[in-house]
């Protein structure tokens, strides 16, 4: 994944691939926005501007770490 290959494998029961791949493209692409419906049902619990945000990385705490134990 450093190299932005994801490696991991999604865990899905064979139901939930049979269904998504039943959705029709409407539901899934929108407006150029994709996971439409997914957009939808978070939206019911979730506020809408938590799910429009953009991915965002973190911060390692690399200065912290190469003073602590890293030198031990």
Do not use: T
């Not at 501007?49 to 030198?71: A, E, N, R, T």
Request: charge should be positive.
């Amino acid at each position: 994944m450093g190299v932005s290959l994801e490696a991991r494998v999604p865990i899905l029961g064979h139901h939930i691939v049979k269904c998504a791949w039943s959705l029709s493209v409407a539901m899934k692409i929108r407006h150029g926005q994709g996971k439409w419906i997914l957009r939808k049902l978070l939206g019911r619990h979730v506020p809408c501007d938590l799910i429009d945000q953009s991915k965002m990385g973190f911060g390692v705490p690399i200065d912290s770490w190469s003073c602590g134990f890293l030198l031990e």
